[in-house]
């Protein structure tokens, strides 16, 4: 009991000492409760007194011009996560870029359109249904070369729709004579721009009053370029090695009388199913289809995959059925009667939707 009362009175001392010190401090161990802490100073970063965009003067001397591109700029030299991974895709993406730019004898700063388009992600899709690192949507991806099938959809190949935005690129500086024009028909379509130059009276896009998302778009490209252009200059300190690599492939060219499954193709090249589609973004289905086909696989593994992918297709040995679409049959109704899978049986015969004909030939695989 003796103990248990020193041990009461010991605690009670305690506290008291703890209750008399802040208060009497306004404190714990002398430091003030209530002092400020220590404010991170945000550094500011003016806008730059003069910029080209393809070696074409911007009116900053505008007031209106510098606001609006103050916007841009000050939304991305302040994007610090968004920026560091821009940095780090462009040590992959710009040397093929630059190298297509300098083969087609066109200016080195449009490739900051894909930045400004995609974030250099190749499977990036809008709702709009613009797919890819270009944003190509179909039907101008196959008016300048870009091949789309049910299994293969090459808007998102980074070099194949490279080719085909700089060929559009292309046609619509020789349509308006003028970058910034071109540059933002690319966004919004020729016709568009057409149309307000027109009724607006002038040729100046920075002049012209165009849908919102098209008047922040080639200012964006314009912030884009100086952060890019400039990093240290805005604080941005990369360390050597950290940028993604280009990945370097062998692409094999393969000739297949039948389709053969992408698991298959993965297990003849040695790597896994997510490895191939990755180095493959233009495979869009479960499958090679038939014909004559462009495989990437790593460095090194080309004849291995060549070799193997003739030994799979000979032991496989797929057979075909044909199937004559009857009276009121459905393409779900084949397939589960098949016990195939639908998307599969419009690669295999070219259907773009999953409409059938009655009489219709259908080939399926087993």
Not at 62 to 83: C, L, N, P, Q
Not at 283 to 296: C, F, H, I
Not at 317 to 337: D, F, Y
């Amino acid at each position: 009991m003796v103990v248990e009362r020193k041990c009461r009175v010991g605690v009670l001392l305690l506290v008291g000492m703890m209750w008399i010190g802040f208060w009497g401090e306004g404190s714990w161990g002398g430091v003030e409760s209530n002092a400020p802490g220590t404010a991170f100073v945000m550094p500011y970063f003016p806008v730059p007194d003069r910029m080209e965009l393809c070696g074409e003067p911007v009116p900053l001397d505008s007031a209106d011009v510098r606001e609006r591109f103050d916007r841009e700029f000050t939304s991305i030299v302040y994007g610090h996560g968004k920026v560091y991974m821009w940095l780090k895709r462009m040590e992959r993406y710009f040397p093929m870029l630059e190298k297509q730019l300098a083969a087609a004898g066109l200016p080195n700063d449009l490739k900051y359109v894909a930045v400004a388009e995609s974030d250099l992600l190749l499977n990036a899709f809008s709702a709009a249904g613009a797919a890819g690192p270009w944003q190509f949507i179909s039907e101008t991806a196959s008016r300048y070369g870009i091949s789309q099938t049910p299994a293969i959809d090459e808007r998102y190949d980074f070099e194949a729709a490279g080719l085909g935005a700089f060929k559009y690129l292309k046609h619509l500086h020789d349509e308006f004579q003028n970058w910034a024009l071109a540059i933002a028909a690319y966004n919004c379509g020729e016709q568009r721009i057409h149309d307000e130059i027109r009724r607006q009276k002038s040729r100046s896009y920075y002049n012209l009053k165009l849908p919102n998302e098209t008047e922040r778009y080639v200012l964006r490209i314009l912030a884009i370029k100086e952060v890019l252009s400039n990093p240290a200059k805005y604080g941005y300190q990369l360390p050597k090695g950290a940028g993604y690599q280009p990945i370097v492939v062998d692409k094999v060219r393969i000739s297949l009388p039948g389709p053969v499954p992408i698991t298959a193709a993965a297990e003849a090249a040695g790597i896994s199913y997510r490895e191939l589609r990755v180095l493959n973004p233009s495979l869009v289905s479960d499958v090679l289809p038939a014909g004559t086909v462009t495989v990437s696989v790593p460095e090194g593994k080309g004849k291995q995959f060549e070799k193997r992918i003739a030994t799979i297709q000979a032991e496989a040995k797929p057979s075909m059925l044909i199937h004559k679409v009857a009276r009121g049959e459905t393409l779900e109704g084949i397939a589960r009667k098949y016990k195939a899978p639908a998307k599969s049986i419009c690669e295999w015969n070219g259907l773009k939707n999953r409409k059938v004909r009655l009489g219709q030939v259908l080939k399926i695989y087993k």
